[in-house]
């Protein structure tokens, strides 16, 4: 797999894992059934932030520290976290926690970075050279 192969399919996972944070509860619920879901939800965006960190020299200032901002709010949250408490992590508090309507507009926010960067790459290519840099 190329490299920019590989960046793009580790930022597909990266993208999918803001969606899932940013998406209401009942469907961040409904993507892990038979688990515990917040822990999972938390578990799939640090996973794909690990795997996506060898290209976040790419990133704008905006998109990382859009990224360090869910991160150090799921910190927060988390085990040995100021604020962690094992009520956080079930699926009431998903629904109903101030936590996690934060983690929530973090994630939307930082999905936001990256569909306007998406966005703008797309309009870049359509431009062509000729096009390219003259609105």
Do not use: K
Not at 29 to 51: I, M, Q, Y
């Amino acid at each position: 797999m190329s490299d920019d192969a590989q960046r793009d399919s580790c930022l597909t996972q990266l993208t999918a894992s803001l969606r899932a944070l940013a998406s209401e509860p009942s469907d961040q619920l409904a993507l892990f059934p038979d688990s515990v879901r917040a822990d999972d939800l938390a578990s799939r965006f640090d996973d794909a932030r690990a795997v996506f960190s060898e290209y976040e020299s790419r990133l704008s200032r905006q998109q990382l520290d859009a990224l360090a901002a869910l991160t150090e709010r799921l910190a927060t949250i988390s085990r040995d976290g100021a604020e962690f408490d094992p009520g956080l992590w079930t699926d009431e508090a998903v629904r109903t926690s101030v936590h996690w309507r934060d983690v929530r507009a973090l994630a939307s926010a930082a999905l936001e970075m990256f569909e306007d960067a998406a966005a703008g790459s797309a309009e870049a290519e359509n431009a062509g050279p000729a096009q390219a840099g003259h609105d």
